[in-house]
């Protein structure tokens, strides 16, 4: 969507297909100006992220079984992380993830059976343009509780820097939150 510096981009738009014998089109306008995130908890869920022999991958949608039950998990959290069947950490049921480590960026790769999200190839290419290396492979849960920071990323938040994982706190949000506002004016640039 291009947009002139005029106009408001802090308006998003989602829009909703449902299927009921037809399929029926709805669009939302939703406004985020108003919208803050001052503490984000995320947990792992008990859900597996469905096999890519399955449901594919790249099958984005609100009624994948895995995905709907593992929102019903989500409790108090921001989202939920999905395992897949070899134990691998995957993403959330709305995000992808990244972790901080020693200074390098890691994140599931494709491999582990996650969306290929838009969000995710664009902080990708941004970080490695900031010089961080940033690592796609498989992932084991615990590294989420050893990272020196966490931080999901989606298309209508950008990075969302994580505070709290389970009952463990994070060491530090101050990067992330950092890299979130350099992030949001990366991409105005690319409008």
Do not use: W
């Amino acid at each position: 969507m291009k947009s002139s510096s005029t106009d408001n981009l802090s308006e998003r738009i989602r829009v909703v297909y449902v299927y009921d014998g037809r399929l029926l089109s709805y669009v939302f306008q939703e406004s985020t100006e108003n919208f803050t995130v001052d503490y984000v908890k995320i947990d792992f869920t008990n859900v597996r992220r469905a096999g890519p022999s399955s449901i594919p991958p790249d099958l984005k949608s609100l009624g994948r079984p895995d995905i709907y039950l593992a929102r019903l998990t989500k409790g108090d959290n921001y989202d939920v992380l999905l395992l897949g069947s070899k134990g691998q950490l995957c993403e959330g049921t709305f995000s992808n993830v990244f972790l901080l480590k020693g200074g390098r960026f890691v994140t599931p790769s494709l491999d582990s059976g996650i969306l290929d999200g838009i969000t995710r190839m664009y902080v990708i290419r941004f970080l490695k343009e900031k010089g961080y290396t940033v690592e796609e492979r498989f992932v084991e849960p615990c590294e989420v509780f050893y990272a020196d920071e966490v931080f999901l990323t989606h298309t209508s938040r950008g990075i969302v820097p994580v505070h709290q994982v389970g009952t463990l706190k994070t060491i530090s949000t101050s990067l992330s939150e950092k890299l979130a506002k350099e992030f949001e004016e990366y991409i105005k640039c690319l409008l």
